[in-house]
């Protein structure tokens, strides 16, 4: 059911990501459903793929899978289905590189050296974010037994550990959704981009489906930073949008890291993530 | 020549399976001899089943892949080497074993030397003679060591005895044994040999070699760590999980820089044995511990990646050796498009790749999801400070490692079967289309392999809990790992049967690649260097990255007539072993003033000796 509001709610929060930041940078900015009229009309589009192509027309819907999978899996509002309630931390994680080992490979079938330079910083960062993202997640749930999903969360006050674990998913967040310090979602600039450039030789529904999977995984990835934050139920829906606020605004007011300095933030992330469980281990918690 | 090689190669396989199924009904087989030391004695134990299973699959892969492809001179080699394993997994005293191991190493080495009109093949096989042979050594001698202090030469007599022996005897053969079966399986820093014999064998030969023996000195490990040596101190555990983090990490690293295809699957092993070796090394220290749980959870893992990494890898190398005989090359940047070309290999190539990168839901998920469980659950165990750091270290070290072979993997796929073909050889030639043939049905049958165990665990599960539970004295207990896989896959898989049923219906229109108006031409594509730039720059540091360029100049300086470009990473470790090597040298040189080859100087020497022995004993 929560994996249904995910996947109905995903585009308006990236549109209202959009408004926001278009107004910061005081333009007029789209429409907030404009996301929606997006998908809408390049479902109904023509579906091209590069000559040669194998795999690259089903990788949408690989992708799109394990999107919705993700949501499925997320402890929104009580624990997930109990279908999905199986998930882990590790079982997510290594799901997710199984949809950007599928659209990796999908980038190289193209034959295009864009598309091949995207992949492989794709694949460069996420390698560098795994184990931050693994050792944060970890630390949230250190103390129980197992990694189980819906362990994560519940937390009722601050904690030092906490905070640290929440920086280091922070950082993660900016890389996964592709926001400005690291990669750049507005952009066809083929030098600076990331994971935009993965989707240059997709068209039409294909392209809807991407687009969906990613807005799908933007809105999970902040629903998972919010897990990491305290307060009641009724507060959750309100991180998700403070932290979506708090991103656009990073996004807005900070410029583009140089390609080769994105290893020193993303290092600087898996510091946050191991201080986090070396407080959550060998420290007491602050009052 | 090829049949009866194929043929007794799948003797082999089935009595392996058939000694694995019920190890205890089948009669230990003791052949005496004269001298009175050398009593053989084999028969299958339930530390070896796990070990038997895989020979078994795998040898019969490979036997099949083998009536097809490869040489047919190698094929009696080939059988030969896979019963010297057997044997190995089925001795049971120090003499059966240790000669077993010596027939494994030589015919292994046979193997590798094949070729040995290359100069760098005799070298390989050199290092490979020299590395295999040090660490017999060791093995020897630890089991000598623990054969007489505990009286016997048995295993059994060695394992009821090994409560009572000093702690000094069993720590040294603990370090010993690890020395010795380290080197064979490829721990870093013994690894140097690894990456430069696999690829130089035949290819059926490398699947063997990584696929099995890798595992079968894992096997001695694990027989003097639980078996022979008695109950270890948790110190060993931690310095098996510090190896195996060790080799984990440069393995992986190494393997996706790289950019020939044998020298990256050789590499990955020596990842999957670190993965291993990482399982075994928390098993330890659950045991030392007494947590009977833990123990039993890292051995399934341990157990269950030695079999998934046996039949990926093996996939793997067979796929390589495919490949090898169509295009004569294994170097990525010269390959390209081969997924239209082998069309039926294809597909297996890439579950292997995806099982390697354990990308669920394949068998290399599974077993690598139960890594990460052990050790998450080895640091919430708590038991001391030393072993949570090194257990959550050994956790981001497997997150990264994880992250990285889907890389190294998504790049051997992408770029020698996607995209178009990049040198002009194998754009010249008449269109090959590969037809079905036993080489395929081998690679098909691997890779159903994958799928099945990454689908159903269960399948493996209950046999397995036999043997852990004969170990550790209780059995594992992953209460979602039955389902998981399928929770994982329904999902994606639904979504792409919905986008073949809509391309279908609205059907998809193909289009030349838009590369801003320029021509789409093979040698623009992305290339396997290219595609790990990025890592040699992040992990300089540990590549040292050197760079050449040349430029020619032509009739202006903006219009050079030929630049050329050369790229190189240096390797620290095996730099290291050849300055060890150099340094040996120079140590034996020195010695050899003492031969002056005067016959009175060697007189001197034994009224030295003599003098020496004699104040010794007053």
New interface residues.
Partial sequence: MSALIIVVLAPLLHGAMRKLRARLQGRPGPCVIQPYRDLVKLWRKEALLPEGARIAGYVPGLVLGVAATFAASLPMLGSPGAFFSSVDIVALVLLLAAGRFALTLAALETRSVFEGMAASREMTFAALTEPTLLIALFAEVAPGHGVRMDALGGANAFTLSGAAAFAALFLVILTETARIPIDNQETHYELTMIHEGLLLEFSGPHLAMLHLAAQIKQLCYLALGALLLPGYWWAYPLWILALGVAITFVETFSAKLRLYEIPQLLATAFLFAASSIAVRFFGNPLP | MRIAGVGCTWIVAFSALISSMQPSVLPMVRIESVVPFLTLTFGASLLAAPFLVLLGLLAFGVGLWSLYRGNASDAMFIAAFCFAMLATLLAQDVAAFFLSWEATALLSAVLVGRRCGDPRVRRATLLYLLMGQAGALCILTAFAMLATASGGASFSAIAAAAPTLPGGVRNAAFVLALIGFGSKAGLVPLHVWLPRAHPVAPANASALLSGVMLKVALYGLLLVVFNLAGPGSSLWGIALLGAGAISVLLGVLYAVVDRDMKRVFAYSSIENVGIIVMAIGVAQIARANANAPLEAAALFAAFFHTIAHGLFKGLLFLGAGTVHEIEHTTDMERLG?L??RLRWSAPSF?IGC?AV????PLSG?VS??AT??TL??A??A?TD?ST?VVA?AA???L??A???A??C???A???AF???PRSVNTSDTVPFVERFDASNAALALLASACVVLGFAPKLAWDPLAVVVSHVAGTSFAFP?LA??PT??A???????????I??RA??????????CGSQ?T?S???TAT??????R??FAFIFHPVREEKIIQGTSAWFPRQISYQTKSRYIVDEGARGLLAMLFRFARGTRIVQSGSLRLYLLYIVAAAAAATAAAR
């Fill in positions: 498009g997924a239209e890439l995806a990168s354990a990308l669920p998920f690598e999801w990460f469980q998450i659950a640091a919430q708590r400070a949570t959550i956790l981001a070290v997150a990264l994880s992250g990285l889907a890389a993997f998504a790049k796929f992408g770029i996607l995209g178009g979602t389902r998981l929770v994982l329904i999902l994606p898989i639904l979504g792409v049967i919905a986008a073949s809509a391309n609205c059907g998809v229109r193909y289009v030349p690649t838009w590369t789409v093979s623009n594509q992305y290219a595609f790990s730039k990025p890592l720059t992040i």
